[in-house]
């Protein structure tokens, strides 16, 4: 007997399903955005201004240092994805197995390098040397999550993906409150994050275990993490997320340790801007990599390009007409000169999160070239950092050209490449 599948049924049963997925991580986004914000928060209001900004710096180190392996999640769910949907499911779990040996081997590496290369400056005069010992295992040890990411991504387990979402911003939240109310100081908060994400790295792997256990008998791959795209996934998100942060650490640098922490707070404030596009591009990256259709790629994209625009233009308007009493009831009185930047860096965030859509659309497409254009755009930032960093409103400035500059390069290579 033979079954037949209404096309048109498929396709809507498809969209309900990417609008439930999306609708949930979105949720979890949400959450985790909360989770995230109290933390920072709560840190601002136990630490000085001083210590804060330097938490606060540590933070973008860590955040930009966590985004080369984003490449590995996306390689990763582009793979399994494909595999999973023509039925090749030992191929799918091998790939994933090659992959977490070969980043489990360098966060070896890298916890080697910092047991033995921080003491050393510790003796010659290095400050702050538990903090900067920390910040270096958080980002070795965070290798390993976006490769069991980008399996669950792959795999469409997105209720896992997004417990493990809250997972990661719940411990790190746990061990902050601990730590800060005990009296510890940013070193030890630090250490308290690094074990937040090694607990999520190890759990966000169980999830998949049944498909690293079926292909665990098949004969190991010899995998090059260091390939092509691989380079220019990383080369482009690593690009795009230091234009986004890159102020934050020229503030550090050029203001004094007070205004310095008042920029910090506007500044992570206005980041939430940044996690708006997380479940719209999970959701779209695998969906779009296995469509093989630029028609259906192209309304994929306007769709993310949508969701997040309205999303992203509410959320401006409400931390613009909200900034005083927003920064007095999160990071407290202390960081009232903070009110009058928060506004003008959510737009410039929101233009980043808009330009992020596009980024991981080219990659869901293997188009990692883009990342030359990002590169380009990241020398011109510097240069204007370099001539205009006297006040917080010339930051402001530039970000906001170099916002909108990115999202411009993007719509014009997406149309020069389906021309």
């Known amino acids: 007997m033979t079954v037949t599948v209404d096309p048109a049924a498929e396709r809507t049963r498809a969209r309900r399903a990417l609008i439930g997925s999306g609708l949930l991580l979105a949720l979890a986004v949400g959450a985790a955005n909360a989770l995230n914000a109290v933390f920072q928060f709560a840190l601002a209001r136990i630490l000085e201004r001083g210590e804060y900004s330097l938490l606060a710096a540590l933070f973008a180190v860590v955040l930009i240092g966590a985004v080369p392996p984003l490449a590995f999640q996306a390689t990763t769910a582009r793979k399994v994805a494909s595999s999973l ?44 040397p538990l903090a900067i010992a920390a910040t270096a295992a958080t980002v070795a040890i965070a290798l390993v999550i976006p490769v069991a990411w980008g399996g669950l991504q792959g795999a469409h387990r997105f209720r896992d993906l997004a417990g493990a979402t809250l997972l990661f911003a719940g411990s790190r939240l746990a061990a902050g409150l601990v730590i800060g109310a005990a009296g510890g100081g940013v070193g030890a908060v630090m250490l308290g994050v690094a074990g937040a994400t090694a607990l999520t790295a190890a759990l966000s792997l169980l999830p998949l275990r049944g498909l690293l256990v079926r292909t665990a008998g098949a004969a190991p791959s010899r995998l090059r993490l260091a390939t092509l795209p691989n380079a220019g996934a990383a080369a482009g998100l690593t690009t795009l997320t230091v234009l986004a942060t890159s ?3 020229v503030a550090k640098l050029a203001f004094p340790s007070g205004r310095a922490g008042d920029y910090a707070a506007a500044s992570v404030g206005a980041r939430v801007m940044l996690l708006i596009p997380i479940a719209v591009t999970t959701v779209l990256f695998p969906r779009v990599a296995t469509l093989r259709d630029r028609r259906r790629e ?8 949508l969701a997040v625009g309205v999303t992203a233009a509410i959320a401006t308007v409400l931390l613009w007409t909200l900034a005083t009493p927003l920064i007095e009831l999160t990071f407290g009185a202390k960081y009232d000169d903070a009110a009058s930047w928060l506004g003008p860096l959510s737009l410039a965030m929101a233009l980043y999160a808009l330009a ?3 980024l991981y659309h080219f990659l869901s497409l293997g188009q990692s070239r883009f ?12 240069v204007l950092f370099g001539a ?17 500059a990115t999202l411009v390069a993007a719509e014009a290579w997406h149309l020069a490449r389906h021309r």
């Open 85 to 128: 949907a023509e039925g090749r499911e030992t191929e799918a779990g091998t790939y994933l197995r090659a992959t977490l040996r070969s980043v489990l081997l360098w966060t070896g590496v890298l916890l080697v390098l910092t047991a033995v290369l921080v003491p050393v400056g510790a003796a010659a005069g290095l400050d702050e």
């Open 388 to 404: 205009l960093h006297a006040s917080p409103r010339e930051l402001i400035g530039v970000q906001i050209g170099v916002a909108a």
């Open 371 to 382: 990342a030359l254009v990002l590169l380009a755009l990241l020398a011109l930032q510097l």
């Open 356 to 358: 992020t859509v596009y």
């Open 298 to 305: 192209r309304s994929h994209l306007l769709a993310g390009l």
């Open 247 to 249: 102020d934050l650490l």
